[in-house]
């Protein structure tokens, strides 16, 4: 089995390495990943310039590194090993729950699997004061993958890590509404500036990912790449619209 490994924090972030180390024992590992973070970049795609790959160390593993987009990132490690039978994305720092998915380049890396035809797996874990105990963490990243590359077939699936879990979850994307804030301020110079946050205005259902990791749980959700509104579409098609 070929598994392949990217991420948004950067090639030489110790969640990708965890990763890399873990999977190894699943198949083949190859890990092609940003040179530099690239949190938050969503879905992007680099076309108005060329990209390049180097060859960098990470470990004992066969890694790349690339001045791209993390979906940059799986579609060359894809299109230059030619047959993959996985894309793992992560560890991230940071959770990915809720409405995160939609700007997350974690899941980025692993909803670029799927649309090249391959499975696609994103990982994540929060981080408190210094960056999260990978040695602990990891009989559960092992538990997950036996799960998610040996014994499941689900395209697309968004793995949440709490930092002392207690089991494992299949969940649903928290969906809850956030008070847009821009919070404005000067920079040494003098010059304005703003940061962008966002306050939750309800707390998560439960069944739901960010749930789940609230309350311990690994949060295991499948995801599809169709956005369509089945329900509305149907309730159109019904009146003509």
Partial sequence: MRILIANDDGVYSPGLRALADAARRFGEVRIVAPDVEQSSMGHAITHSRPLTVKATVIGDHEAYRVNGTPADCVTIGVAEWGKV???????????????????????????????LGVRGIALSTPTADDQP???????????????LITRNACPLVNVNFPLTPRGLRWTRQSVRHYDGKVVPGHDP???????????ALEAPDEGTDRWAVEHGWVSLTPLRLDLTDEKALAEQAAVGG
Avoid: C, M, Y
Wanted: overall charge neutral; hydrophobic content about 45%; cysteine-free.
């Fill in 133 to 147: 105990d990978f040695a602990a963490l990891g009989p559960w990243v092992d538990r997950v993958l036996e799960l």
């Fill in 189 to 199: 110079r003098g010059r304005p500036h703003f940061w962008i946050t966002t306050v």
């Fill in 85 to 115: 039978d996985v894309v793992l994305s992560g560890i991230n720092l940071g959770t990915n729950l809720g409405n995160s998915i939609w700007h997350s380049g974690t899941l980025a890396a692993a909803k670029q699997a799927p649309l």
